[in-house]
């Protein structure tokens, strides 16, 4: 609902909180991009007489990749330390593929994001590349951040204060 009235140029009290001043026109803007996807999806659907383009463009998508956001996200923070201000000891760098990478906007390269998060995800590879020497060494793969934290995980269950320690490089 709240879409509806930011594509009308109305913003909540609490956005108006939230939202900078000269963030508040991008704000009516997306939103109106947005509804005209959703009206060009429901067009669709009715020219076509069939629910395809919704299920394509709205159904799917969200089932789909539901699921992918959550195998891909978990492995970021999970078993690691709480409350810790070096984000290399709260955070992982996975190495994906290029497809997964593309799926998650390459959010992969996690420690780096959350060092330096203004960072477009398109730079992220390069930035990885030029602060890997002092981070943590990057799993290979998906498979190895979880062989891991599922273990972390189960015993995080019986002893909530344990968590994965991170080696870090030496200064």
């Known amino acids: 609902m709240a879409s509806i009235q930011n594509a009308f ?16 026109p991008r704000v009516a ?29 709205g159904l799917v998508p969200s089932v789909g990749g539901a699921w ?14 709480e409350n810790v201000l070096d984000h290399r000891l709260n955070s992982r760098t996975v190495l ?20 330096y998060p ?8 390069l930035l990885h590349e ?6 943590p060494p990057p799993y290979a793969s998906l498979w190895g951040a979880y062989r891991e934290l599922l273990p972390a995980l189960y015993r995080q269950w019986r002893d909530p204060s344990y968590h994965v320690r991170r080696p870090l490089p030496n200064p």
């Open 9 to 24: 140029g109305s913003i909540s009290d609490v956005e108006q909180t939230l939202l900078p001043e000269t963030e508040r």
């Open 29 to 57: 803007i997306e939103a109106r991009a947005w509804m005209l996807v959703f009206a060009a999806i429901i067009a669709a659907a009715i020219w076509s007489e069939s629910w395809l383009p919704v299920c394509l463009f």
């Open 68 to 81: 992918l956001y959550n195998f891909f996200g978990i492995v970021q923070h999970a078993g690691l330390p």
């Open 96 to 115: 994906m593929n290029p497809v997964s990478r593309f799926l998650y906007w390459n959010m992969n390269y996690h420690v780096e994001h959350h060092m």
């Open 118 to 125: 203004s960072t477009p995800y398109h730079a992220l590879p």
């Open 130 to 135: 030029a602060i890997g020497a002092d981070c």
